[in-house]
C-alpha cells in the first residue's frame, strides 16, 4: 500500500525562523515520485518540487530546501527565513513507476508565519 | 494564457438535485484529474482521464461520473448529491505521467449540499 504521511498539523512560526515539514511516505515499490505542493489561502495548489527515488541529493531553491531520505522513508521541506507570504497548507504527495497516473496526498501542513 | 479553470466557483445544492462541474484547460495537457478536499483528509483522486474520450475511476469515485469529450474539458457529475459530497473540489491537468510532469491545479469549486 502507498500512503503518505504528514504528522504536524498545524505550524505556528514568527517571522525570519526557520521551519521544517515533515513527510514519511510508505511504498514497496523502488522506483516511485515525491513531490510537495504549497496550497495558499487562495486555495489554488502549486507545485513546488518533484523528486524520484533515486536522486537522494538535497535540493535548494532559496528559502527553501528538501531533504530527501531513503533510509527513513522521509522527504522533508525547510523553509529558511519565513516570511508571511509563506503561510500556507503545505502537501506532500507520492506516486510510483507502476502507476504514475495518480498522486497520493498527505493530509496537508498548515504554516502560519506571524509577523 | 489562463491554465486551468472551473466553473462554477460556488454552488449550493439540494439532496438529490444533480449538477456538472466543468473543467477547462489551455495548456493542451493529455492528463486530466478531479479531486475532492475534505478537512483533515487532504486531497483525494475522483477520477482521472489520460486522453480525449477515456477515463478512469480514482480512489473515491463512487456518487460521480465523468466525461471528457474533448481533450481541453473534463467534467465531473453529481447525478443526485448528497450531503457527504459537501467539499472542495479540484481539477488539475498534466501533460502526462507524473514521473515526469507536474499537475496544475484549478482554483477549485466549493460545493454544499444542504
Known amino acids: 500500500a502507498q500512503k503518505v504521511t504528514q504528522a504536524q498539523t498545524e505550524i505556528s512560526v514568527v517571522e525570519k525562523e526557520d521551519v521544517t515539514l515533515d513527510c514519511v511516505y510508505e511504498?514497496?515499490?523502488?522506483?516511485?515520485?515525491l513531490f510537495w505542493y504549497k496550497q495558499p489561502p487562495s486555495g489554488e495548489l502549486v507545485f513546488l518540487i518533484r523528486?524520484?527515488?533515486?536522486?537522494?541529493q538535497n535540493e535548494i531553491s532559496g528559502r527553501y530546501s528538501w531533504n530527501f531520505q531513503k533510509s527513513t522513508s522521509s522527504f522533508n521541506f525547510t523553509i529558511t527565513a519565513s516570511q508571511v507570504v509563506d503561510s500556507a497548507v503545505y502537501f506532500c504527495?507520492?506516486?510510483?513507476?507502476?502507476?504514475?497516473?495518480?498522486?497520493?496526498f498527505g493530509t496537508g501542513t498548515r504554516l502560519q508565519v506571524f509577523p | 494564457n489562463a491554465g486551468v479553470t472551473q466553473t462554477p466557483k460556488f454552488r449550493v445544492l439540494k439532496t438529490g438535485q444533480s449538477m456538472t462541474l466543468l473543467c477547462a484547460q489551455d495548456m493542451n495537457h493529455e492528463y486530466m484529474y478531479w479531486y475532492r478536499q475534505d478537512p483533515g483528509m487532504g486531497l483525494r483522486l475522483i477520477h482521472y482521464s489520460v486522453g480525449e474520450g477515456t477515463t478512469a475511476k480514482g480512489e473515491v469515485p463512487d456518487g460521480y461520473n465523468v466525461s471528457r469529450l474533448k481533450k481541453q474539458n473534463f467534467l465531473l457529475g453529481l447525478e443526485s448529491a448528497a450531503p457527504s459530497q459537501t467539499s472542495v473540489y479540484f481539477c488539475a491537468s498534466s501533460r502526462g505521467g507524473l514521473s515526469s510532469y507536474e499537475q496544475y491545479f484549478g482554483p477549485g469549486t466549493r460545493l454544499t449540499v444542504t
Open positions: 523528486r524520484n527515488s533515486f536522486d537522494e
Open positions: 511504498t514497496r515499490d523502488t522506483t516511485y515520485y
Open positions: 504527495a507520492l506516486t510510483t513507476a507502476y502507476n504514475t497516473d495518480k498522486l497520493i
